[in-house]
Every structure is written in C-alpha cells, then in structure tokens.
C-alpha cells in the first residue's frame, strides 16, 4: 500500500502542518517507506498471537482519588501570551 | 405519521463524583475561579504524565453491574486527536476499540396509565474519558477566553444501541439512567451544571427499510430539551425526504429559545480522528476480585427493589415502577411502609404516588424537602386502615400534617376531634334524623330515582361533620331505606 499526493496533504492538514508541494512530495516519500517496513512486518503469520497495545507488559498504576495540587494559576499564566480575568485568551474560534 | 418510524441511540456524558480529575490531582469541585484548578497535567505542560484515578474505574465497574454488562478484564486508553483550544494537549484521553464496560440493558418504563408499557434498552458500551475545558466566546477584544477547570473532569460516556423509537422512550431512558447513575452513586446527576449531558443521535425511516442517516443532537442538558430537539429534528428531516433532499450527516445544536435545530459542523467520520492507543498509559486490568468486591458494595438496584415490591408488597408494575423513579422515593415509600405495615403498601403506595406527589408538585418541592415525613405519613394511614378517620377526613389530616399543625396524625385527629363515629347508634341517630328531615328525597328513592340515595348520604355526612363512617352510613341508609 502507498499514500497518494492528495492523502498526504490531508493528514497534514488534520495535523495543522502547513507543507508545501515540494515538501507533500518528500514526506510522501517517507511514509511509504515506512508502509514499506509495514508491509514486510505484516508478512509475519501472527495467528493466535493478541495485538499489544504497550510495548510493556504492564498493567497501569492507579492512584487514590484525593486532591494533591493547589492553585498556581499566577505561575502558569506568566508564560501564556495573553490572559484576562483568569482566563487564557486565544484567537476567537467559534463554530 | 404512521409511514415513518424514528430511530434514536442516545450516548450520555456522566461526570464522575470524584474529587480530583482523572488523570491529576487537580480538584473537580464546580464553581472555582477560573484556572485555578488547572494544574500541569491538565494544561498538557511538556514532560508531565498521567496517572489513572482510582475512584474513576471503580465508578466505571458500578455502572457495569447495575446494568448487567461485561465488565472488561483488560481495557485500553486511546487518545481521539482534533485541535480546540479548550483541548490543550491536542487530543483527548478516551477509550476505543477495548472500553471498560460492554453491553448490558436497562429496562424503563414509558407512558403513564394505561398506556404505559415496558421497554428494555440495549447498551453497546460505556467507556472512561476525561472532559475538555470552557471555551468563552464574549468579546475578549476578538479573542476567545479558555478555562481550563474541567479539562480532565473524569466522565463515563454510556452508548446505547439505537432501540429506541420515539422521544417518549428517549426521555423515559434519560430519566432512568438519571436516576441510576445516582442510585449507585456515580454522579451526582446535577444537570444545570452539566454533571450529565446527552447526545442524540436521530434518524427516520420507513418501517422494515435499512437505517436512515442520521444527525446527533449535541448537548442537552435536560430532560425537555431532549424531547423538543428530538421532536423538531424527526419533524425536519421527515420535511427534507419529503421534499426530495437527502439527509447528511452532521452534528447540530438545539436552540431552546426557537425549539429548533441548526448545523455546528458536518460531521468528520470516526477515522479522522486517528485514535491509537496512549502510549502514557498501560492497559487497565480489573481483577474478579476487586470487581466482587464492587458487587457486594452495590444497593439494592431500581429492578430488584421494583421485582421485591411486586412480589413482596402485591404492587403493580406501573406502582413499582414509579416508586424507584428516584432513591428517594422509593426510601420514603419503604419508610411509610415500615410504620403502616406491609398489608399497608397499596395504600401507602397510593399515598406517596398521588397525594404527596401532588402536594409536593404543588409547592414545588423534593420528596426530600416534604414536610411531612414517611413517618407521620405511615402514622396516618395506619388510622385510615383501622377505621378511625375515612379517606376524605385523611385529606385534611395530610394538609395539617404538611401545614405543622401538629407532630404525628394522631395529635391532630385528637385535637380538631376528626375521629370517625363508627358507633352505629349515634350514626343510626343520625340517620333518623336526616330521613326525617328529608321526606321529599325519600319518596324520590321509594319512586326509584337512585340519586335521591347519594343526596340523603350527602346530608347524613354533612350533618355527622365528615366523621361518619362511609361504609357504615351506606349500610344503614339502605336497610332504613327498605324497611
């Protein structure tokens, strides 16, 4: 299997990432290298075998459910371009 | 509109009670000033890491045996990717292809009466996700403003199959879900606050034709909205196919001002939202032990105390079931039950379902804010039951108990001298009198006209104050009345 040019830019497009004609062509390049290595990995017979979904044998932590952080809203908000009355302002987006 | 029959799934957003977030120690209480309890994780700050709640899942597994569903052994995270401001980190922690709960039912009751019937609604699953933040879009000089407090607010999201065939079955499986959730006490069910959410997804058809495509209905945050976006969407789309339009798929929000429905987006098929498994996360695996342990910390559910009352208090299904509509009906109810007696429980389901629900609505009052407990309520019924006041002499009982005229129903029969004379020579007096009094409505009943028979009760009532027993009074009319 292999991207076409139009697919390309509409996984960019998805991701938000602007790229140029030129760029689609290289990146089109690198992906279907990557199916490639799909391609040969799909040719295992993996009957019987359950897909992983962590490339750890674990399984998750849980914490207790209790309250451990406390407000540090003005230190959070000192690296944000632009706030007002505790909230962070970002250009308008409405549907 | 016979020709057409409506499809609707319905998916609910159950905020958890928990009191921290899902993936952080930041708190969930509602109403904080804005930010301030948005901690690192939930801002998506670089290097940071989340670590699941425990109190989530074990909610999660709740819900999974009050509905009888597969409970998994072994579930996975998955981040559902799109970019919103309110989403910080560009995806959203969800589950997809492995949730924690798959399957089971909820059985409702629809309708009222004698057209109420019974309706079991399948569920496909239900899984953890953690809640986005608010958006606010006043003018901010042309900006937006973002609040981040209820990013990663634990939430259950529960999916049924598309079972259900009118608004009347969705709002009735709304309504039961609502009461569960905080039957098993999961969510605290506060709507205004947007603690429990529903989506709808709606199509029509003609009966027997495959699925129509359908639109979803986003966020409705109560029970009438639900069934005013449902009714105005069927009524649209049957418009559009009527007209010759097809129907595209698309999210819509319902306006309540105008009652009517309008496109946010033409909806991005599931594949566009590239879910993968988080790699943050390992899988989550629930022990049997841990979900038996859940098992034995359940209550009583809705159905089972709605079988119990059937078969251990002779009720009706539709008694039953309006009776476990909420806890606290149904507490109260068991409550009364308690001092009237079981022998009791038809009365006293009648009281609680008529009576005190009338009176509540009335005031517009919770059974929990009723100001007449179960207590006095079984106090009062035990003296209809034994004779001492009629039916209609409990009415005014009932309105001094609410009114605080006195502490229990016996200390206000005694003292406004409410008891029933059932002495059947002070009634048979009484009665003489009346019929004495009444020559024209007597010879009207010896000349066969039966209403002059419930004109004379009528008098002998009067003139006994209401306290005469009805029964005795009957009796005694028509033995006169004959001889």
Not at chain 1, 15 to 35: D, K, M, P, W
Not at chain 2, 331 to 352: L, M, Q, R
Not at chain 2, 397 to 421: C, R
Request: aromatic share 6%.
């Amino acid at each position: 299997m292999s991207l076409t040019l139009d697919q390309v830019q509409r996984i960019a497009h998805l991701a938000r990432i602007e790229v140029s004609e030129a760029e689609a062509l290289t990146t089109q390049g690198h992906l279907n290298g990557i199916f490639q290595l799909i391609e040969q990995m799909q040719a295992v017979d993996t009957t019987g075998v359950e897909p992983m979904a962590h490339a750890q044998d674990l399984s998750q932590r849980l914490r207790d459910d209790a309250v451990s952080e406390t407000d540090r809203r003005a230190a959070y908000q000192a690296l944000a371009p632009e706030i007002e009355a505790g909230l962070f302002l970002v250009p308008k987006v409405i549907e | 509109m016979n020709q057409w029959e409506v499809v609707i799934g319905i998916e609910t957003h159950a905020q958890l009670a928990t009191v921290s977030k899902i993936f952080s120690g930041a708190s969930t209480a509602f109403g904080a000033e804005a930010n301030t309890q948005a901690c690192a994780v939930d801002l998506a700050l670089p290097g940071v890491l989340p670590v699941l709640n425990k109190k989530a899942v074990e909610c999660a597994i709740r819900f999974g045996l009050a509905i009888g569903a597969k409970v998994a052994e072994k579930s996975i995270f998955a981040r559902k990717n799109y970019f919103y401001p309110d989403l910080p980190k560009g995806y959203q922690i969800s589950q997809f292809e492995l949730p924690v709960v798959v399957g089971g039912a909820i059985t409702v009751q629809v309708g009222s009466g004698d057209k109420a019937y019974e309706k079991t609604i399948n569920l496909t699953r239900a899984h953890l996700e953690e809640d986005a933040g608010k958006s606010l879009h006043e003018d901010f000089h042309g900006k937006s403003g973002i609040d981040l407090n209820r990013a990663g607010t634990p939430l259950l999201e529960i999916v049924t199959e598309p079972d259900m065939r009118s608004s009347e079955e969705a709002v009735a499986y709304a309504r039961a879900l609502h009461a569960l959730v905080q039957w098993i006490g999961i969510c605290d069910g506060n709507m205004q606050e947007g603690s429990f959410r529903c989506d709808a997804n709606v199509s029509v058809r003609r009966p027997g034709q495959p699925f129509g495509t359908r639109r979803e209905i986003k966020n409705l945050n109560s029970f009438r909205f639900l069934k005013e976006a449902i009714d105005f969407e069927v009524q649209w789309q049957i418009n559009e196919i009527v007209e010759g339009r097809k129907i595209q798929q698309a999210t819509v929000l319902f306006d309540p001002d105008t009652g009517e429905t309008r496109t946010m987006r033409t909806k991005e098929d599931a594949h566009d939202y590239r879910y993968f498994p988080d790699p943050d996360l390992l899988p989550l695996v629930i022990g049997a032990d841990w979900i038996e342990r859940v098992r034995g910390e359940l209550p009583e559910l809705p159905a089972q105390k709605r079988e119990r009352f059937q078969s251990e208090l002779g009720l009706s299904a539709y008694d039953a079931s309006t009776l476990t509509a909420s806890q606290e009906i149904a507490d109260f109810f068991e409550s009364t039950v308690a001092v009237a007696g079981k022998a009791s429980a038809k009365p006293c389901a009648n009281w609680v379902m008529v009576d005190l629900a009338a009176r509540l609505n009335k005031d517009g009052k919770e059974v929990a804010q009723s100001p007449v407990s179960a207590q006095q309520l079984g106090g009062l019924i035990l003296r209809i039951v034994d004779n001492t006041i009629s039916n209609n002499i409990a009415k005014k009982v009932f309105e001094a108990l609410w009114n605080g005229e006195g502490a229990t129903a016996d200390e206000i029969i005694d003292k406004q001298g409410l008891k029933q004379i059932t002495d059947t020579g002070a009634i048979e007096a009484i009665v003489d009198e009346v019929l004495a009094a009444n020559a024209a409505n007597v010879a009207e009943f010896k000349a066969g006209k039966e209403k002059a028979f419930n004109a004379l009760v009528g008098q002998v009532m009067k003139s006994a104050k209401g306290k005469a027993n009805p029964q005795q009074v009957n009796e005694l009319l028509k033995k006169k009345l004959a001889g």
